[in-house]
């Protein structure tokens, strides 16, 4: 039997206890399992899908100081913000469980009857079920927040759906442990245990086999565009197609006025390195590309960027692949670029170091170079210098889906300069950031992180933030039925105390 | 240059002016008009929005009885049928106008900025945007409320998308004439005209090449599943993959307890010869299989629908190839049922005439014979009989994606059978009928017109009812915007007067 072995960033070499690699029949028992499991887990009461993701919640923080060790070893991420993603982790958890709690994911709407209309109108009452078993494949940058027990698993989970995880090879240890917490959750909660497996592989056979299983419903993804789109492909090819969620590649870029530039260019430069090296660059989320002026003050903020990235520390990536990838690209893009190219300190001998970069280059090289206009996973960003005021919205309107899109102004720009810069920027990103930097992505109601493709494979959804639930269930609705047979959470009285809208009216559960 | 006839399905004989055919080039032209007017159209205030569906009401009842004549020549179906589907298509465009003007497309969404959380929180604000241009896919089967101005088309003019429809060539002068009052409609509202064209054909490749054309970014389409899955492949193989929302065949279910059969056989088998009949059974929600118990009231069940369909008359159905479709599969149908077969009055021998034909069965038969389990579309449908209570259960659980599925039951029913019915039958349709028929489809908040495939190819979305509009947006977030430069959806003092959640808590607009 195969197995996948942990590796340290900081120094390429492997360590600790091998973990078990999933064969094709592993994947057909945990298909089979989750089918099983289904119903049981679809048809639970929102309270009792709370204490679920509350009582996984806990049982994570109860893992203590072993998980902080572990993941931060395998990604090679400081402590401090495997701390901080513990709790974004967690907290996530047990939002998603508040607000399923309150029914929201339910969508529960009634129209009452109305004989007298022509033709007379039956009782009609909408909610949500579970869509069945999704597939979540977990991303290598946040080893617990997109991971095993990430917001695409706590997602699924609250809504009733099973979850198969697909683990990030990058962090196996982390993945295996975090598998026991949700596993014995879900034991105590009394669910089966088809409601949760895990598989480990390197191999991308396996996650097709995955995707093409009967009993999946739908697949959440986190990762590259390539990998996201071959899982879109096979899932498309499906006799029954399924959804794919796939949050890809970005480039988010950012626009900034000459205004803004006058009135505070240092704190940009500031802000902007800050952000594109965070994480060793390695966000979804990462400023990428950003657009000024080509005028003295645009050419003086490459500089001040220049000096920056010039002082800024090696980072260590993820996995073997990043860095690779990473290199390949770094090497075109300063190839094509034609004018300035700023490198940071060299990288170590050993492990998976990297040199923070900034390329830039005029909006004539990034129009005719597409290695320009791509991802570069890791700490690098391209500055494009345009002629003039409409050049920005021009770059703006040429720009491919992104999840982001920011804009850095100041009050003494032009509001049509502003509306048009907005317009542009709606129709190609999924959140637009003003005066602040892309990373960073709070879990709340109004959160929306998703895009147009490439982005994304399903722009009108978000894997962060509430509205992620809405993303594994589908309406079903009741017409005529006699109360007492209907879900309680159409029942005339309310049982479960959810938020509804009865007859076009809001009403709160609570 | 190409032209299509008017065909009239009583007689089988071309009749009126000819139709002139879209060319390759006039999808393009369309596609890019229509890109050029998306900015224009999404930008709309609500109330506009509202307004323009209002106009195009106004002019289709305002073209009269020229419209009912067309309509109900091309398409066989009887004058006070197209007149009261001409109201159903007026009154759910101005209905959606209402659901857009009380911003409910917007599902605008505020999280209020929290300076003092770990890491302080952003102001965020969610809103929807529209999409872009729409291909819509018109029906052959509802000339009016489900062709050019009908529910996909109204659906995505309401949320600012321009709309490109490819006409159904069984009506094309009810299609020409109905375009010329979007069109006005559209043209008095000071819109560009790429916001809304017609294209006539009856090349498939021109259908493929709509969806394939760059600006469009939805499809919308109503018909069989061969043609839906078709138009689905092809945006899934585009560069930039697109959603369709593909409302496709259906068998729409129906399960008789025995004590309903007891209580009421004689009402039930009115109720279902006339469901399957009306409108020559060409329904997407006609009742195509019923299932009942295998012994003496199941087997007189059988004998009480068989007398009514042996005096039922013929139907004229909408076209050749809905006719030679119904003629092979029903002939297959009565080959493998092995049981009991009743037909109506003969056809006649001009004109696309069919007779009523129901088949009687056993499940194993059932089973066994995939021709058995698609929808036959046409005044035809299979009585399947199951051997006892579990086998109904077993039946329901067997089923494939469904729009609707419907319980015959009484009040002597065990609820716990119930309530394993309809555990069955919500994992398998989108709206579950309780004691009446599936056809008839309320225009309503809670009604959903969906399914999982292959009723549909996105079984979270509706075609029919306020929730429609949701598939032609997505999701943009403002990120810590200055509130004057923010969307008027977003704007702190509501200017549009819309329904938000603002910090958790629903706020209608008025």
């Known amino acids: 039997m195969s197995t996948l072995r942990s590796m340290d960033p900081q120094t390429g070499e492997p360590f600790g206890a091998p973990v078990l690699a999933a064969s094709d029949a592993d994947v057909d028992r945990a298909d089979a399992a989750a089918v099983a499991a289904s119903t049981t887990t679809s048809l639970r009461a929102p309270a009792a899908r709370a204490e679920l993701l509350d009582q996984i919640a806990q049982r994570i923080e109860d893992l203590g ?21 513990r709790a974004r982790t967690t907290g996530q958890l047990r939002r998603l469980g508040r607000v399923v709690a309150r029914g929201i994911d339910l969508d529960a709407t009634i129209d009452h009857g109305d004989p007298t209309s022509t033709p007379p109108r039956p009782d009609l009452r909408r909610m949500n079920v579970a869509l069945g078993p999704v597939a979540v494949f977990a991303a290598s940058n946040f080893p617990l927040a997109f991971s095993v027990a990430g917001g695409d698993t706590a997602a699924a989970l609250a809504v009733g759906c099973p979850v198969i ?33 895990v598989l480990h592989s390197t191999e991308h056979a396996i996650g097709t086999r995955l995707v093409e299983a009967p009993g999946v419903a739908a ?22 197609p399924i959804p794919v969620f796939a949050e890809m590649g970005s480039t988010n870029p950012v ?100 040199a923070p ?30 002629a003039d005021i409409d050049g920005l919205v021009t770059a703006g309107d040429e720009l491919d889906g992104s999840l982001t899109a920011t804009i850095h102004a100041d009050i003494d720009d032009d509001p049509v300069l502003i509306g048009r810069l907005r317009t542009a920027l709606q129709a190609r990103a999924g959140r637009l950031v003003w005066n602040g930097w892309p990373t960073g992505v709070a879990v709340t109601d109004a959160m929306h992180h998703g895009g147009p493709y490439p982005a994304t494979t399903a722009s009108a959804t978000t894997s962060v933030g509430d509205a992620a639930v ?41």
């Open 470 to 510: 809405r993303r594994f269930v589908r309406p079903v609705c009741f017409q005529a039925w006699p109360d007492a047979a209907q879900p309680a959470a159409l029942q005339e009285h309310n049982p479960w105390q959810i938020d509804r809208r009865v007859d076009g009216t809001y009403r709160p559960g609570k």
């Open 65 to 85: 100081d072993a998980l902080i060790e572990i993941a931060s070893r395998e990604t090679g991420l400081p402590r401090a913000r495997i701390i901080s993603e």
């Open 219 to 240: 697949v959440a993804f986190t990762g590259s565009l390539a990998g996201g789109r071959a899982l879109f492909d096979a899932a498309a090819r499906r006799a029954v």
């Open 255 to 354: 626009i900034i006025t000459p205004a803004a530039l006058a009135a505070r260019a240092d704190a940009i430069a500031d802000g902007f390195v800050d952000s594109m090296t965070l994480g060793g660059g390695q966000f979804c989320t990462k400023p990428g590309v950003v657009f000024v002026m080509d005028n003295a003050a645009g050419r003086a903020f490459v500089e001040l960027v220049a000096t920056r990235i010039e002082r800024a520390e090696p980072a260590v990536l993820l996995h073997q692949g990043i860095l690779d990838g990473f290199t390949h690209r770094r090497s075109q893009s300063v190839e094509v670029a034609g004018t300035r190219t700023a490198t940071g300190s060299r990288s170590r001998s050993a492990g998976w170091w990297a």
């Open 165 to 197: 995880v697909k683990a990030h090879p990058g962090h196996p240890a982390t993945s295996a442990l975090v598998a026991t917490a949700v596993t014995d959750a879900v034991h105590d909660a009394g669910l089966p245990s088809g409601t949760f497996t």
């Open 357 to 386: 970069t900034i390329v830039s280059t005029t909006i004539d090289h990034y129009r005719a170079n597409p290695t320009l206009r791509e991802e570069h996973f890791g700490p690098a960003a391209v500055i494009v210098r345009v």
